[in-house]
């Protein structure tokens, strides 16, 4: 890759707060465009990203309908200062509308989500009438100043008129999405399609899950971890394994992950003291910076479009642009997944055409006290429980927050998130909280 020309290194790391870092990533990335989409079954698009506004093809509800079980009648026949009386003329139910109209004096026992029968505009609930003789023929009697007219009725087009949107393009799908595409009659939504991100681990120390383990060396989780962060967020992964400290196969690698995907996310060999070639072949391979960023843990972390230089050369041919964008993370297994959910994954949900919706914050008071000094954000596992005295939520540190103990991040259920100027933090005091799993 030696055309590539002179390694941007150069020009020296930049320092950043974390706020900072994810402006500058946010100010780059440009998402995929509309037009990367396809049309998916409502059963598959959960949490897939709405490529087009979904406009609904009807009106909902469809028809005026009851929002009681009671008797419609004429809402003009109510008076004011004496008991009206009605004659019931038969039930309506759901799904079998009234074919008639009803007549003056009359009312019909009607039931909730019932079509409002023609010459009707009110309900009285079944609890506020007074019903002598059978329940559909009998007489019915409603006290003055219990109902008003056109109460009761939900009229047609009331929650969503024929050709407004239902659902904005950019829309993660969630559940009730989808229930509410199929409550409008549709089998299909037309959802982005899923981000390819490739995924390598790098290192000569870091040995693939299940071979012998050598003196010295570790097992790879990272592109494991890392990797199912990635799939949760509906995306699909490729897989490009393990990559030893070599100029030429980590220089394949990266041709392989851009041509293949339009993301790459790489762990370990970024920090500056690296012995290993992993930040300079990256540095070559695109407009790559290389960040300090303020924070514990995870502070070196590098970002940018991958294989300008190539891209300039496609250009010129007038082949479309080939590019990805890079995440180095940094080796250590919890600074690798603390920084894949401080910037990567509102990055990748970015790309991916989605409406930026950030990780809730929730507020938990500190079972302890926590030391921290102003100028760097921390990221702290804990466990977020609710508070014994029924109070709202509290939130408990581990012992061991270690860069390297995956353990704490096993057993947390949540990152506590120190603000970058924030100072120590007093026992009982509220603190935010990043949980790690949302509501499905
Ligand atoms: P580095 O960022 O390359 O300096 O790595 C920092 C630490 O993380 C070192 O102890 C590495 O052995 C470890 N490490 C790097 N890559 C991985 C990986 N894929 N899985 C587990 N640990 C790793
Ligand atoms: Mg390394």
Request: glycine share 10%.
């Amino acid at each position: 890759m030696s055309e590539l020309g002179p390694s941007p290194l150069a020009a020296g790391e930049r320092n950043l707060s974390v706020d900072e870092a994810r402006e500058a990533i946010a100010a780059a990335l440009r998402p995929l465009p509309r037009s990367a989409s396809l049309e998916l079954p409502l059963q598959e698009a959960v949490g897939r990203v709405l490529a087009a506004d979904l406009i609904s093809p009807i009106d909902v509800p469809a028809h005026d309908n009851s929002a009681m079980d009671g008797y419609a009648f004429a809402g003009s026949a109510l008076r004011a200062d004496a008991t009206t009386v009605l004659r019931a003329a038969g039930t309506v139910y759901a799904g079998r509308p009234f074919a008639g109209t009803l007549a003056p004096g009359r009312c019909l026992r009607i039931m909730t989500g019932a079509v409002m029968p023609a010459g009707a505009d009110t309900v009285v609930p079944l609890e506020l009438a007074q019903v002598q003789g059978a329940a559909d023929s009998g007489e019915v009697s409603i006290a003055p100043g219990v109902i008003r007219p056109g109460e009761n009725r939900r009229k047609r087009g009331e929650d969503l008129a024929a050709g407004k949107p239902a659902l904005r393009a950019g829309r993660l799908l969630r559940p009730a999405d989808l229930g509410l595409a199929a409550s409008l009659g549709l089998t299909h939504v037309r959802a982005m399609r899923p981000l390819k991100v490739a995924l390598f681990s790098t290192g000569d120390e870091v040995v693939e899950p299940g071979a012998p383990l050598p003196e010295g060396c570790i097992y790879d989780s990272n592109r494991f971890s890392l990797g199912a962060a990635v799939r949760r967020l509906g995306m699909e992964v490729i897989d490009l394994g393990l990559v030893r400290d070599d100029r030429a196969a980590l220089a394949a690698v990266i041709e392989r992950a851009v041509a293949e995907a339009d993301v790459v996310i790489t762990s370990g060999g970024v920090s500056a003291g690296d012995a290993d070639y992993t930040r300079d072949i990256l540095a070559q391979a695109g407009d790559v910076s290389f960040w300090k960023v303020a924070m514990r843990p995870g502070r070196p972390f590098a970002f940018g479009p991958l294989r300008r230089p190539l891209d300039q050369r496609a250009a010129a041919e007038g082949a479309p642009a080939p590019s990805s964008w890079l995440f180095a993370l940094p080796g250590n297994p919890v600074a690798a997944l603390v920084t894949f959910y401080a910037f990567v994954r509102d990055a990748l949900l970015a790309l991916a055409g989605a409406t930026p919706v950030p990780l809730p914050l929730l507020s938990a008071r500190s079972t302890v006290a926590i030391r921290k000094r102003p100028g760097r954000t921390e990221f702290q596992r804990a466990i977020v429980e609710p508070a014994p005295d029924g109070g709202g939520w509290q939130v408990r540190l581990f012992g061991s927050q270690g860069a390297g103990v995956l353990r704490s991040m096993s057993e947390a259920n949540a990152l506590v998130v120190l603000g970058h100027a924030q100072g120590s933090v007093a026992a009982g005091d509220a603190v935010a909280v990043w949980l790690f799993d949302g509501l499905v």
